[in-house]
């Protein structure tokens, strides 16, 4: 499942996810399974044709990531796989960052950081002015219902079976149905 928001210059994309690491850090062995929201570029296009013609959109690269993450093995709701990456390198994430507030209230420091794009943006290394004021403010009033949207997404996936989806055949498999 793929849910987008999209302001002016930036997006917000929330996607489930199935991560088998092939080179895990010390305890972090193990399929994890989960919610990843990025905070994400907009590009928009010429028009294609006449003046009434859909604008193409293109979801452009990442600035800043978090994983929801819990290993399948573990306890639902424990979170114990939760991290951001403060930045990116082109496509490639930054460095994993636990945080033990990010752990415990995920919504809750999900909601604070999605209301402080200026913030996230200083954290990622990003100059503010790749964004404009619309963002910020489309953003803040957007949270809410953005950390909705990964409440149930949570819950969706907590229903489900946790063994690997259709397609993760190997050790080395990621799945998420965009991101």
């Known amino acids: 499942m793929l849910y987008l928001f999209g302001f002016e210059r930036i997006g917000v994309a929330v996607s489930d996810i199935y991560f088998v690491d092939p080179a895990p ?3 972090q062995d193990g ?4 919610v990843r929201l ?12 006449s003046i009434y013609s859909a604008r193409p959109i293109s979801i452009d690269r990442p600035i800043w990531r978090v994983d929801l993450l819990e ?4 306890t639902p709701g424990s979170f114990d796989r939760t991290h ?4 990116t390198r082109g ?6 960052v636990f945080d033990e507030r990010l752990s415990k209230e995920p919504l809750a420091w999900l909601g604070e950081r999605l209301a402080d794009l200026e913030g996230v943006l200083d954290e990622a290394g990003v100059a503010r002015d790749e964004v404009t004021p619309e963002d910020v403010r489309g ?10 949207t990964v409440s149930r997404l949570l819950d969706q996936i907590r229903t489900t079976s946790p063994d690997a989806p259709p ?10 149905s965009w991101l």
């Open 25 to 27: 850090l010390p305890g």
């Open 31 to 34: 399929a994890e399974r989960g």
């Open 38 to 49: 990025e905070l994400r570029r907009l590009e928009q296009g010429e028009l294609k044709g």
């Open 71 to 74: 290993s399948v093995e573990g």
């Open 84 to 87: 951001h990456h403060p930045g």
């Open 91 to 96: 496509w490639e994430p930054g460095r994993r």
């Open 139 to 148: 953003l803040r009033d957007r949270a809410p219902e953005i950390v909705e």
């Open 167 to 176: 397609g993760a055949e190997s050790a080395t498999s990621v799945r998420a």
